[in-house]
């Protein structure tokens, strides 16, 4: 199996050689990660300016890395455009911060898998809590063994996972919708700081992602690439000639 990380963290990302180290047990790793930091980006690409591209020297026998100065989702399209590539498999992350609820709209993270969906690779993205990059990779085993028991991947290419500390267990969750308030902090001379507030409601519903992994459980969210609504689709459909 060929297997591309990638994150949103940067390849300085305290996580990357120990989730490259878990990943080679299931087959060859590449690693294609942006040179600093993109959370954020979202599934932006670079479509105007050239960007540098380079390979360097990773902390783990047998695995390549390359640099990528562009995003997340330009760093799986360069190792599958650029290098003419092909991968069995991608995963996104272990990033710091969940990605949850309206995140997703935003993550970088998330961008990178639904990049990889698009030339159709079966992705999925990881998170974990800041400060919770150890839990999350001992995680690895028993949230693959849940994907393996239950035939997750056939079932659906694309999954979004959240990985709490001191976790209770596995929930198949739906996306939420915002769980905070943005909130703009005046710095002086013009500048302002986004920041947040928590407006969590009904955080008994584990079916949803936010409520889920801040209860304290892994959280497992199957994605899809596709934006039309096909129930108003047949729905107005029928307009058509």
Same mark, same amino acid.
């Given at each position: 199996m060929k297997i591309l990380i990638? #994150?949103?963290?940067?390849?300085?990302s305290e996580v990357l050689v120990p989730l490259a180290r878990w990943a080679k047990q299931f087959g060859d790793v590449t690693v294609v990660?942006?040179?600093?930091?993109?959370?954020?980006?979202?599934?932006?690409? #670079?479509?105007?300016?050239?960007?540098?591209?380079?390979?360097?020297?990773?902390?783990?026998?047998?695995?390549?890395?390359?640099?990528?100065?562009?995003?997340?989702?330009?760093?799986?399209?360069?190792?599958?455009v650029g290098m003419q590539r092909t991968f069995d498999f991608v995963i996104s992350g272990i990033n710091r911060g969940f990605n949850i609820g309206g995140d997703m709209l935003y993550s970088g993270t998330l961008g990178a898998v639904f990049e990889a969906a698009s030339f159709g690779m079966p992705a999925v993205a990881l998170s974990t809590r800041s400060g919770g990059f150890g839990e999350a990779v001992d995680a690895l085993d028993e949230i693959k063994a849940f994907f393996d028991r239950h035939d997750l991947m056939k079932k659906n290419s694309l999954y #979004?996972? #959240?990985?709490?500390?001191?976790?209770?267990?596995?929930?198949?969750?739906?996306?939420?919708?915002?769980?905070?308030?943005?909130?703009?902090?005046?710095?002086g001379n013009d500048m302002y700081l986004a920041s947040y507030r928590n407006i969590r409601t009904d955080p008994d519903d584990c079916t949803i992602d936010?409520?889920?992994?801040?209860?304290?459980?892994?959280?497992?969210t199957p994605l899809m690439l596709a934006r039309t609504n096909m129930t108003v689709f047949e729905e107005l459909s029928k307009l058509n000639p």
């Amino acid at each position: 199996m060929k297997i591309l990380i990638t #994150n949103d963290d940067s390849i300085s990302s305290e996580v990357l050689v120990p989730l490259a180290r878990w990943a080679k047990q299931f087959g060859d790793v590449t690693v294609v990660a942006p040179k600093y930091e993109q959370s954020g980006k979202s599934h932006s690409v #670079n479509l105007r300016e050239a960007f540098e591209v380079k390979e360097i020297a990773f902390d783990e026998p047998q695995v390549k890395a390359y640099t990528v100065d562009s995003t997340p989702a330009d760093c799986v399209r360069f190792a599958v455009v650029g290098m003419q590539r092909t991968f069995d498999f991608v995963i996104s992350g272990i990033n710091r911060g969940f990605n949850i609820g309206g995140d997703m709209l935003y993550s970088g993270t998330l961008g990178a898998v639904f990049e990889a969906a698009s030339f159709g690779m079966p992705a999925v993205a990881l998170s974990t809590r800041s400060g919770g990059f150890g839990e999350a990779v001992d995680a690895l085993d028993e949230i693959k063994a849940f994907f393996d028991r239950h035939d997750l991947m056939k079932k659906n290419s694309l999954y #979004n996972v #959240n990985i709490p500390l001191h976790h209770k267990g596995i929930r198949i969750t739906r996306m939420g919708g915002r769980y905070y308030d943005d909130v703009f902090l005046p710095q002086g001379n013009d500048m302002y700081l986004a920041s947040y507030r928590n407006i969590r409601t009904d955080p008994d519903d584990c079916t949803i992602d936010a409520n889920a992994a801040l209860s304290g459980y892994i959280s497992v969210t199957p994605l899809m690439l596709a934006r039309t609504n096909m129930t108003v689709f047949e729905e107005l459909s029928k307009l058509n000639p």
